[in-house]
């Protein structure tokens, strides 16, 4: 029985253990807590930091192949590993790269792979800077961003005096037509499956990503070449997993790559449902170098998440799943986190329609009957 | 959140709990042994024989709604706890009749629904009725039947003088054009919803239903009057839950009843992937009483048993499965059982295909690659 080590315990890796328990492979799970949507389900899990060398080693050494479904973890014992044979997917050098915003952005700009001007921040050329950018202008900080933290937009004078310090670059505010996004598979042979291009809606509030329209609604000649620069990323990382690419197309139909996830990705929750292979299956077939599944879309799609209530923190209570159950063709995803706090991604529904429309249509109605709201409300 | 207890530790539950992993339900599983299919990913689990009252009573406390997986399970705690207010669905009543055969056939009688002549056998009219009947002819244990034991073919008077003793019954022997079947499901509302009737060919060293086809060859009117018989069986049985209602077509284009398990179903597999919604989602909404999903059907499709390999007993390895990988649209579910025997069902292998022939060839195909066997061979 071939056996997979997960670093992280969230729902991605959940989603995927679900996968592995029909796959005949043995899962190993590093968690930073238990109990936690992957651990409840694994055949097997350590508990401890994401970044604690030892731990990290312990799962390592009960799996044939290791990868991770987040990647703020450890890079330096993925490169030991790495050096002593192990088998990781995406390698150390992907998340490395991928752990620091800007050494992204400097791939793509050798790669000459589009995506927007951007430069670093030193205590120097701040006011040069946003001389030179303009405002409104992003701040993104080079490292630990997740779910739209560590971007920053300075709307003003005001924001920019307030501007943070650290490893941070600014980066061209994109006037965006629309976010679109394209998952990515590729195994080690060089394989590589791409699935539809998606529409990618956010929550202002949050700057989470809230809704994603598969397939997007852009002209084709636009969504092939959305396609093929996400591939060009992925070549250009040499990655081996699956990789959730985010794009802006811009007011000018041009299209920016905005950063590469390597892992499954909130924008392919819907191909559980609505494609032939989902992101998960092909998550393990691509790190476990299988051939790669269809990425034939099945039907229109839309999915959207399901966040913790605002004013809501504590023991999760779902209210409304027998309503919510009443919307045809909606499916549920909770993930089973125990505690909810406003904003915290609780869960996703994923609908079919025979358009995006009505997909869309089904999600927010859906959505308006399930709340996740604490136990003692 | 609401709480399923389930009588039963196989692959039925945990395909159910893979479902209910998703739907915020917490299950609980009486299981005769610790580690079994659905066990490991039960949220709890209590070990002890499914006919221990204690056992059945202590799993029924933890849960809002108690089902079963297996048919062979102990019935008079169950009425026990229904008249102490425990819902269970299906009901004790409908588990009653369909654990002797010959009470099914007298209710499907009493209906005037289509079945197989039959009789049952006394010390005294075996003669008799092997003269009636003629040969061969089935005889049927009434109870404990499953997976074709119980069931037995009398083909010469030798046959005849090994007969076995218990209560049993002579059924017509049928000249079977196919082996139908058609998933039902209802909730406690009458809510009723059918799958696409199916084709089941059987194995014929161990009459288990081996490969279904979906959507069964048969001309519209055929496949029309199956669903509607299927329909009236649940409703004769006032049945809650999931149904596989397994039918004869006869060479004379005759549709006849075979038998009703209560419970998702070997023949109901498919809709994992080629149905809107998967027999085991509908399982969890039809028993908790929500709204039936979606039974339409996405694409043509096969499904095919994987059994343990002949001549292979003990730990399981299971091998050939890069290979099977290879095949499109294959989708592989293995069980997770720790051991593996002859002609055991280990997992099976769905696919999808334009065509119902095409999915048939790449389930034989990627059946071809994937084998059982036991590690020390």
């Known amino acids: 029985m071939k056996r997979l080590g997960i670093i992280g315990g969230g729902q991605l890796g959940k989603m995927t253990i679900l996968e592995a328990r029909k796959m005949d492979i043995h899962t190993c799970v590093l968690t930073s807590e238990y109990p936690s949507p992957a651990s409840e389900i694994a055949n097997e899990y350590v508990v401890g930091s994401l970044y604690d060398t030892e731990k990290i080693k312990e799962v390592a050494a009960k799996c044939d192949v290791l990868t991770y479904e987040i990647e703020h973890i450890n890079v330096e014992v993925l490169k030991e590993l790495e050096e002593q044979g192990k088998k990781i997917f995406p390698s150390s050098k992907v998340i490395e790269l991928i752990q620091d915003k800007s ?204 966040l913790g209530e605002d004013g809501y923190t504590g023991k999760v209570k779902v209210t409304g799943l027998e309503d919510m159950m009443m919307v045809d063709s909606a499916y549920l995803h909770i993930y089973g986190k125990k505690d909810t706090e406003p904003f915290r991604k609780m869960g996703h529904i994923t609908t079919l329609d025979n358009t995006q429309e009505g997909a869309l249509s089904k999600a927010l109605e859906a959505r308006e009957c399930l709340k996740v709201i604490s136990e003692n409300s």
């Open 103 to 306: 050494k992204q952005k400097e791939l793509l700009d050798r790669e000459g792979i589009p995506t927007s001007k951007w430069k670093r921040i030193t205590e120097e050329n701040i006011e040069e800077l946003v001389e030179e950018f303009g405002l409104p202008v992003v701040q993104k900080s080079c490292k630990g961003g997740y779910d739209g933290r560590g971007v920053f937009i300075l709307k003003d004078r005001e924001d920019v005096e307030k501007i943070i310090g650290g490893d941070t670059f600014f980066e061209e505010f994109v006037e965006c037509e629309m976010e679109i996004a394209v998952m990515v598979a590729r195994n080690s042979q060089g394989q590589m499956n791409t699935y539809p291009v998606v529409e990618m809606v956010f929550d202002d509030r949050t700057n989470i990503c809230d809704t994603v329209i598969a397939p997007a609604r852009i002209s084709r000649e636009q969504s092939e070449k959305a396609t093929e620069l996400a591939r060009r990323c992925v070549e250009a990382l040499d990655g081996v997993g699956i990789f959730g690419v985010e794009m802006f197309l811009t007011k000018d139909g041009e299209i920016l790559i905005n950063e590469v996830a390597p892992r499954p990705h909130n924008s392919g929750h819907y191909t559980i449902e609505a494609c032939k292979t989902s992101q998960y299956e092909q998550f393990i077939r691509a790190v476990m170098n299988y051939k790669l599944g269809s990425t034939d879309l099945l039907s229109p799609s839309c999915m959207i998440n399901i």
